[in-house]
């Protein structure tokens, strides 16, 4: 998350950066007319429009990140996750990388992937000794992300269960 508000941060720099050299230029077209300098601010103007429309969608980001934390299931850190078709990412790439788990989504690192949301539905949850997977997606296209992590025992198996059937209504197949 911390890197959604660092890059939202950088977009606003960005767009104020460019606001201000639009007021800069607007002022010195008022004061002496030159067709170059009005169509200067127009491309300034567009151009400061691009990193605004950044900053907006970053923001957005944030607010469904912040949404998944503050509503969190599940918070671990992965030993390795696997896509959409089995491709692993390497060890070295996730050593910073924490993985919430919500009614909402899964926040991985910056990587958002929403449910309930655009027709994308949770539709199944295993969890094992040393992994969870979640299946989720629209009625023909369906994904699964499995997060490998540490061993936990059958207690804290039940737990983590009976967690996602209270908060998300669905009942968790436990593997053993």
Not at 29 to 47: D, F, G, K, N, P
Not at 124 to 139: N, P
Request: aromatic residues 8%; positive net charge.
């Amino acid at each position: 998350m911390q890197a959604i508000k660092k890059r939202m941060g950088g977009f606003a720099v960005s767009t104020g950066a460019g606001l201000a050299a639009c007021i800069v230029i607007f002022i010195y077209s008022v004061l002496i007319y030159e067709l170059q300098a009005q169509m200067l601010l127009a491309a300034t103007l567009v151009a400061s429009g691009i990193p605004a429309g950044l900053w907006i969608r970053e923001y957005k980001r944030l607010k469904a990140a912040r949404l998944i934390v503050e509503n969190q299931i599940l918070h671990l850190r992965p030993a390795v996750i696997r896509g959409k078709a089995g491709d692993a990412i390497r060890l070295e790439d996730i050593k910073g990388i924490e993985v919430y788990v919500s009614y909402f989504g899964i926040l991985l690192d910056t990587k958002i992937i929403k449910f309930n949301q655009d027709g994308i539905h949770l539709t199944a949850v295993e969890i094992g000794c040393d992994f969870i997977s979640l299946t989720y997606g629209m009625d023909k296209q369906v994904q699964n992300t499995r997060l490998l992590r540490e061993a936990i025992d059958r207690g804290e198996l039940e737990g983590i269960a009976e967690k996602f059937r209270y908060e998300t209504g669905i009942v968790p197949v436990i593997i053993d």
